[in-house]
């Protein structure tokens, strides 16, 4: 099972991104499908996740209505487009896999770097 996170890169601040999380290896059927991010000197946090049966989705406070993820079953793949970024969102991206909502996220992307200039 293979998680490849790309599309980060060095943007101003207001400038839009999006990342893709393009999954091989199984189906990710029944799976959460998860973007955290990790700045430096801080610990990883939860941006977002979606369920990839039904697309129910989940933001962190910090992201809600900047951020959007979302899936393409046909690509095996999760987005997430991120608007109005700000300085505070520069970090590495990560995608990730969990069983369920409950289960611990067990599938990890490389991640990507964003950096959000002023």
């Known amino acids: 099972v293979q998680l490849q996170a790309s599309g980060g890169g060095l943007v101003q601040a207001g400038d839009s991104l999006r990342l893709s999380c393009a999954a091989s290896?199984?189906?990710?059927?029944?799976?959460?499908m998860g973007w955290f991010r990790q700045a430096p000197g801080k610990e990883r946090e939860f941006i977002a996740h979606?369920?990839?049966?039904?697309?129910?989705?989940n933001y962190a406070d910090s992201v809600k209505g900047r951020f959007t993820i979302s899936r393409d079953s046909a690509k095996n793949a999760v987005y997430l487009q991120m608007n109005s970024l700000k300085p505070e969102d520069t970090a590495v991206y990560y995608c990730?896999?969990?069983?369920?909502?409950?289960?611990?996220?067990?599938?990890w992307g490389q991640g990507t770097e964003v950096t959000v200039s002023s």
């Open positions: 290896g199984r189906t990710f059927t029944n799976y959460v």
């Open positions: 979606i369920t990839w049966n039904l697309g129910s989705t």
């Open positions: 990730a896999a969990a069983r369920s909502l409950s289960a611990k996220y067990i599938f």
